[in-house]
């Protein structure tokens, strides 16, 4: 049972991360740890399939280089793999004359960012696109895309094997000690031994890096992000993919509308503050998870800031009209009696003691252990270049 490498985690990083090294260097024994039966069972199978453009995201940053980066590899690895998706594009639309000018900030960071194509769209223009809309101004992105990632995940697994790869499913990790020249990692299923860990554990990202830096200084917020889906008879309402402009102050994106691979239409999500990492459901609760988020002090700084607008995202989550009333800025014609109850999923919002949500990757490492600390969306379209910058960490140490 000893190891080249053990990977904690097999959501799309993680297995991303794994296939790279691989890649690199074939001859490597490598185990991927899995606490579920199967890959992409939380943030990467719940999230809305979309392959995002990198049209929002600060220019040189983590998320910038490696979503632009990333979209051209996840592109070519479809090709190659004969993985089903489609560049439908979308439309970024300014609802209100007073948001045209954050629109127009949007637009400049995706030209910043290499975006070509990128279409400025007057307010008799947004129905060329996306006839059943309303607002003042958008921005056509022709980049976007949708996608299946759990199948995109079983497909990374699938060539892990094929280099020879292991993984552990019902595994679940108890601690990591890192020795002067190997790592016990210590689980469910016995103690593995390995030269070098990775771990990319999304919503326990926190905890498993506080095995081997006790004093990380950042956590993990869990916020459930809720969806509708429309009928049959509405789904004519919207062609592609329609979203707002958001407020560049919450690292979320706002409820939007999302043409999905298997031909559904999702509206949403919200984003109100979950009391257990994995909660689905608007009970879920697990007295751990809600203190450890409770008595953090960056999350006294959140809820200070932020409290106005997250009893709003609270208030649409209980009062559906109210979800209702926010798509319909977008799209009027959108009835309640148009939605069914859709699934949900949880973002892994990092926090800092001061209370800054951080908006970019994180990675924290030492001699013999790497961490992904922070990665969220665009994380699934990203995860090829993310897998590519921690493996060549990974192969470094070695």
Not at 108 to 130: A, D, F, H, T, V
Not at 272 to 301: C, Q
Request: charge should be positive; proline fraction near 4%; include cysteine.
């Amino acid at each position: 049972m000893k190891y080249d490498v053990v990977v904690v985690g097999a959501g799309i990083v993680g297995l991303a991360t794994s296939l790279k090294i691989l890649e690199k260097n074939p001859s490597l024994k490598l185990l991927i740890l899995e606490k579920e039966n199967s890959v992409a069972q939380h943030q990467t199978g719940n999230n809305s399939g979309v392959i995002h453009s990198g049209i929002y995201y600060k220019p040189g940053s983590l998320k910038a280089q490696n979503c632009v980066r990333g979209y051209k590899m996840m592109i070519d690895f479809c090709n190659k793999n004969e993985i089903r998706y489609d560049i439908c594009g979308k439309v970024i639309v300014a609802s209100s004359e007073s948001e045209i000018s954050a629109m127009e900030n949007i637009m400049k960071r995706g030209i910043e960012n290499g975006l070509n194509g990128l279409k400025r769209l007057r307010k008799e223009e947004l129905k060329n696109y996306e006839p059943h809309i309303a607002g003042a101004a958008g921005i056509f992105v022709p980049q976007t895309g949708i996608i299946d990632y759990t199948k995109v995940s079983e497909k990374y697994l699938e060539l892990i094997k094929k280099f020879g790869g292991a993984i552990e499913f019902g595994c679940e990790l108890k601690n990591i000690r890192v020795g002067t020249d190997q790592c016990e990692v210590i689980t469910s299923k016995g103690t593995f031994v390995s030269k070098l860990v990775a771990t990319c554990t999304g919503l326990f990202s926190d905890r498993v890096a506080k095995m081997t830096h006790p004093h990380l200084q950042l956590r993990i917020i869990p916020f459930r992000g809720e969806y509708f889906k429309l009928k049959d008879q509405a789904k004519h309402l919207v062609k592609t993919l329609i979203y707002p402009v958001p407020d560049p102050n919450f690292p979320f994106l706002g409820v939007h509308f999302t043409k999905m691979i298997d031909g559904e239409v999702e509206c949403g999500p919200n984003a109100v503050l979950s009391f257990k990492r994995e909660g689905y459901t608007k009970t879920s609760f697990n007295l751990r998870d809600a203190l450890e988020t409770m008595i953090w002090p960056g999350f006294h700084k959140v809820i200070k800031k932020n409290w106005r607008m997250g009893m709003g995202e609270y208030y649409r989550s209980l009062v559906k009209n109210s979800f209702v009333k926010a798509l319909q800025k977008m799209v009027p014609e959108i009835e309640g009696k148009d939605l069914v109850d859709g699934g949900a999923g949880v973002r892994a919002q990092a926090c800092d003691k001061r209370g800054g949500l951080l908006d970019d990757f994180y990675i924290v490492e030492d001699t013999r252990v790497v961490h992904v600390c922070n990665a969220p969306s665009p994380a699934a379209t990203a995860s090829l270049s993310i897998g590519d910058y921690v493996s060549d960490k990974v192969i470094e140490k070695l």
